[in-house]
């Protein structure tokens, strides 16, 4: 018997073997095809059929467990890991999902194998793997899982939290809604020249880019950059400057890699936004905008849908048109579409919906008011708090987002997870069953050579 | 008649119940309010807000934004709102501090303004906690 000897030598033979392929992470790329599709694919279908992409496709080098062994035992041998071939390689996984352990071709092998010409030809090297492993990888398989499915419930838990933040924060949108519809009534006759109502000719946009500060969320994180790059790439085109204000750590690490894209400021977000972040984010875009560096402040940051949609989006901040500002919540004036720096940026078309809601909001509000103060100093007192209220909002949205995202990330990788396991645990029980039989037909065979 | 106080900031309503009367601190300067007050409409300012509950007074720092006053309730809109018995005076004295020395360093149009910002931000926490005392 030259067991020993022949494991060690699929060892060495596996070890050049692994030098020679590419190797593949070592945790098992769950995450690999989400992140891969989000580069490919637009957000319209991400979230609905990811399922269906989402078969890792993956191998691992393991050691081959057949090498050459003595004409004797060929046979039973051989009888052996046909058997776990045909076992392992179940139709149902075709040759790109190469997890099924098949059996390594080696060139040595005799030439009656069926499967040689379809496993030859498939781009994916197939591997055939010990049962310990198996068994190794199976637990791994079975950690990584547990950590998906914790990450998929603290999710869960925060998207809670972060829609009760939004519900605080609406008395006070809604209000102030009202207020501004109110006094946009009575200023509409008056000429207004709030500083940061000012259109001026636009030589310098600033961004503002919210990522979330963790991956692992689908392609949340590059859905918003790559929107990003877009636009940066039309302002290039537009001949317009510009320059970056990066929320997010994410965001933070891209723009740091690429020195060539000018940022202003990185700012990081926390767990839960608050109107602190908001109002350090609205410092900076106020001052940037009233001391004139630029004439303009667009945000991108991603709107939350639903839990399984959300939308990468551009939303002008400023300037504010006092005209417009009431019609939406949401920060892009509709009424100012002629204007020629507006065609420029609303080209998100989801406003007039919304519109008509907050209308209705305010109608019954008519009391007969007196102004303290001049209305351009109201306004002026009232811009900055609509402007913060817009950016918390984007950073609540954009959270909401991310979480969502997290939640369908990892509720996918859950499910790879235990689909995995499931296959990888009945190519183990398999071949641990051809191990048996194989050692039992050795046993049998040895008692009727004796007799 | 009562006069309703709401304070409201994008976080949370900080306040929201009955006041017997008030002082705000607007654009033009400080203003009370009793009850029937004439509606107005006004721009409040990076101030303080004192607050009267029968024969106690109470401070809070507004961090800028808009009061509407009318048929006895007063909606004050802040970005941010603080209790001055919520406010640390130490850390308040330490931001002041800070916001000076930076309003020294500034340099050009855009520092200046945000530095400004700051520092009227931090004297009026400073404040809140002053007058308490």
Redesign the interface.
């Given at each position: 018997m030259s067991a020993p000897n022949d494991h060690q030598q699929s060892k060495s033979l596996s070890q050049n073997l692994i030098q020679k392929l590419p190797l593949p992470p070592l945790i098992p790329p769950l995450f690999a095809t989400i992140h891969l599709k989000s580069y490919t694919h637009e957000d319209k279908d991400f979230f609905t059929n990811q399922a269906s992409h989402c078969r890792p496709s993956f191998f691992f080098p393991v050691p081959p467990f057949r090498a050459s062994k003595t004409p004797l035992q060929l046979g039973t041998t051989m009888s052996c890991s046909n058997l776990t071939m045909w076992a392992s390689s179940k139709p149902s996984l075709s040759d790109a999902s190469a997890l099924s352990c098949r059996s390594f071709i080696a060139p040595l092998q005799l030439p009656s194998q069926n499967s040689l010409p379809a496993s030859r030809s498939s781009s994916v090297t197939p591997v055939q793997c010990g049962l310990r492993e198996l068994r190794e990888r199976i637990s791994s398989v079975k950690n990584t899982q547990k950590i998906t499915e914790a990450m998929k419930l603290v999710a869960a838990a925060k998207v809670r939290r972060a829609q009760e933040?939004v519900v605080?924060?609406r008395?006070?949108?809604e209000?102030?809604v009202e207020?501004l519809y109110n006094?946009n009534e009575q200023l509409q006759v008056e000429d207004i020249d709030a500083p940061l109502t000012k259109v001026r000719p636009v030589k310098k946009v600033a961004l503002v880019v919210i990522t979330g500060d963790r991956g692992l969320c689908g392609g949340f994180n590059n859905m918003i950059i790559k929107k990003a790059e877009r636009r940066i790439a039309e302002l290039k085109a537009l001949g317009l400057e510009f320059t970056i204000i990066s929320v997010g750590k994410k965001g933070n690490s891209y723009f740091l890699r690429r020195p060539y894209i000018p940022v202003d400021k990185f700012l990081e977000g926390t767990n839960l936004p608050?109107?602190?972040e908001?109002?350090a984010i609205a410092?900076?875009v106020?001052?940037?905008f009233?001391?004139e560096?630029v004439d303009k402040v667009e945000l991108l940051y991603t709107k939350f849908v639903s839990l399984v949609k959300s939308d990468p989006v551009i939303h002008t901040l400023l300037p504010l048109s006092p005209k417009g500002e009431i019609c939406d919540i949401n920060g892009v004036c509709v009424d100012a579409v002629d204007d020629e720096f507006f065609r420029l940026t609303t080209k998100e078309g989801k406003l007039t919906v919304e519109r008509d809601v907050i209308k209705t909001q305010t109608v019954d509000f008519t009391?007969?008011?007196?102004?303290?103060?001049d209305p351009v100093?109201?306004l002026?007192?009232?811009l900055?708090?609509y402007l913060?209220?817009q950016i918390?909002r984007a950073l609540q949205e954009s959270l909401a987002s991310e979480l969502a995202a997290r939640m369908t990330a990892m509720s996918n990788a859950t499910d790879n997870a235990v689909e995995l396991k499931k296959t990888l645990s009945q190519t183990y029980n398999r071949q641990r069953q051809a191990k048996i039989t194989g050692e039992i037909l050795e046993i049998v065979s040895g008692a009727n050579a004796l007799v | 008649m009562t006069l309703n106080l709401c304070v409201l900031t994008p976080n949370r309503i900080v306040w929201d119940s009955e006041v017997k009367e008030i002082i705000l601190s607007t654009n033009s300067g400080q203003i009370g309010v009793l009850p029937n007050h004439a509606p107005i409409a006004t721009a409040v300012d990076i101030g303080i807000l004192r607050i009267r509950l029968n024969d106690q007074w109470l401070t809070m720092a507004l961090m800028g934004g808009f009061a509407r006053i009318g048929n006895n309730e007063i909606t004050v809109l802040v970005n941010d709102a603080e209790k001055g018995s919520d406010i640390d005076p130490q850390e308040a004295q330490q931001t002041l501090e800070t916001a000076e020395a930076n309003l020294r360093k500034a340099e050009g149009k855009r520092q200046t303004i945000e530095a400004n910002l700051a520092l009227r931000r931090a004297r009026t926490r400073v404040e809140a906690i002053n007058v308490m005392s």
């Open positions: 933040a605080n924060g008395p006070f949108s209000t102030l207020v006094i608050t109107a602190k908001a109002q410092d900076d106020f001052s940037l009233v001391s560096e009391p007969v008011l007196q102004f303290e103060q100093q109201i002026d007192a009232l900055p708090l913060n209220s918390l | -």
